[in-house]
């Protein structure tokens, strides 16, 4: 159990560092990336998600970094007796991964004037403020995820599919369909711990004009995709995948 929390530490970490990272090098002023679009973005946040993947297997956890992915997961196998300790360690990797992103970008922070450049390099909000059908979408995201993600593992897919170490790049893969595909609605959270984490480390950092923390929006990031996982793992159980 232990050694399986600090990879979802550390995997979650990692996976925060990167996927925030790029879209501080996209936002903040006087960065090298300044301005180079969604697509990096998007791209970006996949490359992350394998990152964080790797290093949390090479740690020796399941590699959920997310406590969506951790619910559905329990619900697919009946067994919940993770489910907290897993959240808590994503929740701690996805604050700690913030910080450091905070800290490799230091002088950009004074140097961008927009309260809402800064607050997205940490936690998501949405193009259109519709919170029934943000949340709809964070649903419609988060199903999508688990139920690729369980597909991909599937007993069909394990007979003929995916090589050995395939598996993160894949994973990769399907956020960063669901970047383009979906994700242009709340910039897809899909995983609370990559909302809330970040959004708390948002709200005690030092950070120059930054604006408030959007705690009327946190709710949707969280729920959306809980609700999401429930309900493609109670399919793929209905499916037998």
């Not at 390099?121 to 403020?129: E, N, V």
């Amino acid at each position: 159990m232990v050694q399986g929390v600090f990879g979802e530490f550390m995997g979650t970490m990692v996976l925060i560092l990167l996927g925030n990272g790029v879209v501080a090098n996209v936002l903040l002023k006087k960065s090298k990336g300044e301005g180079s679009g969604w697509m990096v973005i998007a791209t970006g946040w996949a490359l992350a998600v394998m990152a964080g993947v790797f290093v949390a297997l090479a740690c020796g956890s399941p590699a959920h970094l997310n406590p969506a992915v951790t619910l559905g997961a329990a619900i697919v196998s009946g067994d919940f007796s993770k489910v907290a300790w897993f959240t808590g360690a994503q929740m701690a990797g996805a604050c700690a991964g913030a910080c450091l992103v905070w800290l490799h970008y230091l002088p950009h922070w004074r140097e961008t004037p927009e309260a809402d450049l800064k607050f997205a390099c940490f936690a998501t909000s949405p193009a259109i403020r519709s919170p029934m059908a943000n949340l709809v979408s964070e649903i419609i995201g988060t199903f999508v995820l688990i139920l690729v993600g369980d597909s991909i593992a599937s007993k069909a897919m394990s007979a003929s599919g995916p090589v050995a170490g395939l598996g993160p790049w894949l994973a990769g893969s399907v956020v960063w369909g669901i970047g383009l595909g979906l994700g242009g609605t709340t910039g897809y959270a899909i995983n609370p711990a990559r909302d809330l984490g970040p959004r708390i480390a948002h709200a005690i950092l030092p950070i120059s004009r930054k604006g408030g923390s959007d705690w009327g929006y946190a709710p949707i990031p969280i729920l959306g995709p809980l609700i999401g996982a429930s309900l493609a793992a109670l399919f793929a159980r209905f499916a037998h995948l």
